[in-house]
């Protein structure tokens, strides 16, 4: 995978003099773009001594999922031990997405069928379902020094990588030639057994998250906490009502009312809010659009509401407060990243730290276009997904059941 193409990155190797590590962490970096992130994987990988353990939400059969999945087969044949655990829900986005090949899931079920279907057809897609064989997913299935966990639907929403105990690698972007090359996406990496650590104990709840840490994880498990409950929601609104001066923000999935009031609460004390999401989002476009809509018509201080419409897709989930403190990972503002799915956020309070993630954010602004009306919607496919939401939410508390 091309690791040349740098520039588009916001990279502690390139900034390490002005930003330092993050206080409790031995390194740190922000990767802005899928092409620098999968250089990095793809590198750790390569250097990987006892264990990889990741957790997968999309992994497509194309060059990016093949390129990883070789890579993984080559440390298992050197003895590294690999856990992978991949979500069967994300079949149907598989399905729906890019090349429509997923690796793992070739049998497709007769929900994610009419799931793919209505995808297809609100958002103007189609082409053959017709998966063809994979032989490194075959490959990776049956290696004796990799265990999988791919069948069930785990509602697994995390993106995760955690290399021999010393480092982990988490955010937005799945595995695909999409998010390598195209959408806009954040990965970070911190180095560590402290780090890894203190991710393990976030995960089975053994401790509180600390926003006065210099670093912590923002989680969602279903495993660990109850139906209906999500911490990480109180946590998230916690440190966006924590703001005085500035919410910078890339959020590819909107829709959640607790987020938007506390957005309109944020305005009306004075913070400068800026929001920059999909002008055309690979799903759920119109449930963002109509928030964004919301948003500008409802501000008590509309003068300091700057939304920000990108011509790529937006899968992007990073927030910088007022220029200090950071949450980016895999968690959106829908009902869906808060309760149903499980999601795994980093929280960093560092000014140098934040900083990279505000020049990327403020990159990708440039980029953007700043609408000056009302936002178009399409009122009938608006109704679908909304029930799209609500339909995965009841099936995922069922589930957990």
Not at 31 to 51: N, P, Q, S, W
Request: glycine share 8%.
């Amino acid at each position: 995978m091309p690791g040349e193409a740098a520039a588009a990155s916001v990279d502690h190797a390139a900034g390490q003099a002005a930003a330092g590590p993050v206080p409790g962490a031995e390194g740190q970096r922000v990767f802005a773009h899928g092409v620098d992130a999968y250089a990095r994987i793809l590198a750790r990988i390569a250097g990987a001594k006892e264990r990889i353990e990741l957790r997968a939400f999309v992994w497509r059969d194309d060059d990016t999922g093949r390129a990883v999945a070789r890579a993984l087969l080559e440390a298992a044949d050197r003895g590294v031990r690999i856990d992978i655990h991949k979500d069967r829900v994300a079949a149907s986005y598989e399905y729906h997405g890019g090349t429509r090949q997923s690796l793992f899931h070739k049998r497709i079920g007769i929900d994610q069928r009419l799931q793919t279907w209505f995808l297809d057809r609100a958002y103007a897609t189609g082409g053959s379902l017709v998966q063809q064989p994979s032989p490194e997913a075959a490959a990776l299935l049956t290696h004796p020094n990799i265990r999988i966990e791919h069948a069930q639907k785990r509602f697994d929403h995390a993106k995760v990588w955690v290399f021999d105990e010393e480092a982990v690698i988490l955010g937005g972007m799945g595995i695909g030639d999409e998010h390598c090359h195209e959408w806009v996406d954040f990965m970070v990496e911190l180095e560590g057994r402290a780090v890894v650590s203190r991710l393990r104990a976030r995960l089975e709840e053994r401790e509180a998250f600390s926003p006065e840490r210099p670093f912590d994880f923002l989680c969602h498990s279903r495993a660990v906490h109850g139906t209906g409950t999500c911490p990480m929601l109180g946590q998230r609104l916690a440190l966006i009502g924590s703001a005085r001066e500035s919410l910078d923000i890339a959020m590819a999935y909107l829709g959640d009312a607790r987020f938007t009031e506390a957005l309109l609460a944020a305005i009306t004390r004075g913070v400068r809010v800026s929001l920059i999401t999909s002008s055309r989002a690979d799903v759920m476009g119109n449930i963002n659009r109509a928030t964004c809509n919301v948003l500008r018509a409802r501000a008590a201080r509309p003068e300091l509401l700057q939304i920000y419409l990108h011509p790529r897709v937006v899968h992007a989930k990073a927030i910088v407060i007022d220029g200090r403190v950071c949450d980016v990972g895999s968690a959106n503002f829908t009902p869906l990243s808060h309760g149903v799915y499980d999601e795994v956020n980093v929280f960093v309070n560092d000014p140098a730290f934040a900083r990279k993630v505000q020049e990327a954010l403020r990159a990708r602004a440039e980029e953007a276009v700043t609408p000056s009306g009302r936002i178009a919607t399409a009122k009938t496919v608006l109704l679908v997904e909304r029930a799209v939401v609500a339909y995965m939410a009841r099936r995922a508390r069922k589930a957990r059941r």
